[in-house]
């Protein structure tokens, strides 16, 4: 079957675009740039560097922009889908969603006016199950925002290996946040994956933090061998 | 043994992380020993070693299963505890002779108990989500449990413990799964 990838460039669509891989033919990335920072589906503080990873993965990418306005959003989901349909072929959408169901339900609905199929490969996934996993098949990535207590700013464009994990499960523990960032508590950026031809080396990046808010924007960033 | 069957449009497919292995984790979870089957796969054997079994979901899309309601024929004669869930239900409902129309339902619903039982004991009413592309009938000899919209939701034989829910109760209605699983226990 032939898949696009609803593709943020933090873990979880790159993830489920790795599982997908495994069993269909997907033959590109979907992503949708939010003007709105408030976006209640899109908005990711490095999604423009999707290109970037789209490149090393030998993957077609295809942009929508939103207003990233609550309802019309979804139109504009629509539109990118219905444009992936006619120029990729694509028969089914894979997304990363995890636990959100705002998010699946909107995107099931969409899927199915369009007579597209939805997958979801990380849908109620074991968190510390996949977040070993993620790690353990390869994937670096990197923290690129925060939007909870009690994270600080030396949390932004660190990269999660197995001791940030540590800290993590201790800092779920603790304060009750998911270990996977699946309740907007964090956001992150893979800089390599199983599937990438090339790793992503950030070569200058600008963090804004304020109150347990901030964004760790990628300010240059390259493509090497590994 | 609880046998855990996937209905998704092959086996070992992309859909079976979503369907299947939410089912596998609570069932570990909870200590129950279980093996997990595709439909076309199951053997005589796999039935017959069961106490119970839990037919998963599939995609909106996915409904390859209700083409083959011959390998479902089993379930007429199982009577032990049976769970069919969303696709499940409508395999469960199938194999006792009721169809499935066009109905699609996608997100929260709140659902209203309509009769009294053992899986719904002290709730009257609950959120729910569905994600299904039909609404299945009450086949002869089941009962209507619950509903949504006047839409049913929730079905159970008269006389043996076979359920089937439209909606699924691995997102946010565990307790559902855990309570079925109760019925299995108390088998002899």
Known sequence: MRLGVLFSGGKDSAFACWKAMQKEEVVCLI???SRNPESYMFHTPNIRLAALQAESAGLPLLEMETKGEKETE????????????????????????????????RLQRVCYELGLWCFNPLWLADQEGYMEELLDAG??????GVFASPFDESWLGREIDHRTLDELRAVARKDRITLTGEGGEFETFVIDAPFFSRRIVIEEGSRVYRNHNGVFRIERARLVGR | MILVIDLCYREDSLSREEFVAPIERLLGRSGREFAARHYKALSATDIAAADGAILCGTAL????????????????EFERPVLGISSGMRALAAAFGAGAEPGCGIGMTEVEVLAPDPVFAGKERFSAYEVRGCAVGVPDGFMALAASEGRVQAIRHRSFPLYGLLFHPEVRNEWLIERFLGLVDQRP
Do not use: H, K, N
Request: charged share 20%; with cysteine; proline share 2%.
């Open chain 1, 139 to 144: 994937f670096r990535v990197v923290i690129t």
């Open chain 1, 74 to 105: 979804l139109l504009d989901l629509r539109r990118a889908l219905l444009s992936a349909r006619e120029r990729f072929g694509i028969e089914g959408v894979v997304t990363g969603a995890i636990l959100s169901v705002y998010q699946a339900t």
């Open chain 2, 61 to 76: 899309m996915d409904t390859g299963f209700a083409e083959r309601p011959d390998l479902f024929c089993w379930l007429l």
């Open chain 1, 31 to 33: 992503t949708i740039v």
